[in-house]
């Protein structure tokens, strides 16, 4: 059998993937536990909603030291305090029918009851580096999906333009509590006294 021959090695049955389909879901079908039983065992980051994958892009390098870096930084200054960031891939709920898959996610108090085992139900503050071709991903549509789920803060880290976007939920929506460039230090309205350096987050390597 070649490397390129997908069927399951029986003379008149069908390949893999007709088969997967038969098994699987459409798209627009699938349900939240159906959902979450996959990306029990992916290894991929998938997002959801309403009956709806996606099947986020591989992280890059430079993506994921920008992640470490903060992660590191959010780290020594909430779990002091009693509280707990963490990374993807962990599930964030916006509502039954909808979860994220947020770089960085983090609550006050560790022993917050939105903090669930299998996904969480909510956050006060999440962070997403903007990926290369999904600006407005990041930019837009999930600045309405957290604003959805009532995320206090959330921070938009964007390596192109070399940017921290700071915004803070007022309402239903969020409103930009700063935009912070590289001679900047980007500050938390939330976590009052954590602050970074930006030249220092887009040095991370």
Known sequence: MSTT???LGFAGTPPWKDVLEEL??????????????????????????????????MPTDRHQSIVKFLLFALDRFITPLGGTVLFSPLRL???????????????????????????WTGADLVVEVVSSG???????????????????????????????????????????????????TATSPLLAGFSVAVAAVFAAI
Not at 98 to 111: G, H, T
């Open 5 to 7: 021959d997908f069927s």
């Open 24 to 57: 699987l879901p459409g798209q627009g079908n699938w349900n939240d536990e159906q959902y979450l039983t996959l990306t029990d065992g992916a290894r991929r980051l998938v997002e959801f909603t309403d009956g709806v994958l996606e099947i986020l892009p």
């Open 93 to 119: 709920q916006i509502r039954p029918g909808k979860y994220c898959e947020p770089d960085l996610i983090v609550l006050r108090s560790a022993c917050d009851p939105r903090r669930q085992d299998r996904y």
């Open 134 to 184: 999904r600006v407005e991903r990041d930019t837009v549509e999930k600045r309405a999906d957290y604003a959805e789920a009532r995320v206090s803060e959330y921070w938009i880290v964007n390596p192109e333009e070399e940017t921290i976007t700071v915004l803070k939920l007022a309402g239903s929506a969020y409103a930009e509590a700063g935009v912070f460039r590289r001679s900047d």
